[in-house]
Nanobody, 117 residues
């Protein structure tokens, strides 16, 4: 059974940082591109960042503030978020997409990030 379990969300003030983590089980982790997406109220889900091997892909607007990393030994992917803004408020979802069969795609349950003073 595949599980993606996110953690690290919460309520922070503008300018602060958060580090999200996603622990994967039930998959061969190295065979998956791992990504973070987010969905704000009333908006579509959007890509935040993704990583395959050592190659990362980030939303242009978030480059410089958000950094994705992965630990293949621990089947974990992280999202370091710095200088958070109120517009970063959203539910953040972990995603795993098979590198060989892209339609094999898994999602975590999401973790809420709220940036507010």
């Amino acid at each position: 059974q595949v599980q993606l379990v996110e953690s690290g969300g919460g309520l922070v003030q503008p300018g602060e940082s958060l580090r999200l983590s996603c622990a994967a089980s039930g998959i061969i982790f190295s065979m998956f591109e791992m990504g973070w997406y987010r969905q704000a109220p009333g908006k579509q889900r959007e890509l935040v960042a993704a990583i395959r091997g050592g190659v990362t892909n980030s939303a242009d607007a978030l480059k410089g503030r958000f950094t994705i990393s992965r630990d293949n030994a621990k089947n974990t992917v992280h999202l370091q978020m710095n200088s958070l803004k109120p517009e970063d408020t959203a539910v953040y979802y972990c995603n795993a997409q098979n590198l060989v069969v892209p339609n094999v795609n898994y999602w975590g349950q999401g973790t809420q990030v709220t940036v507010s003073s």
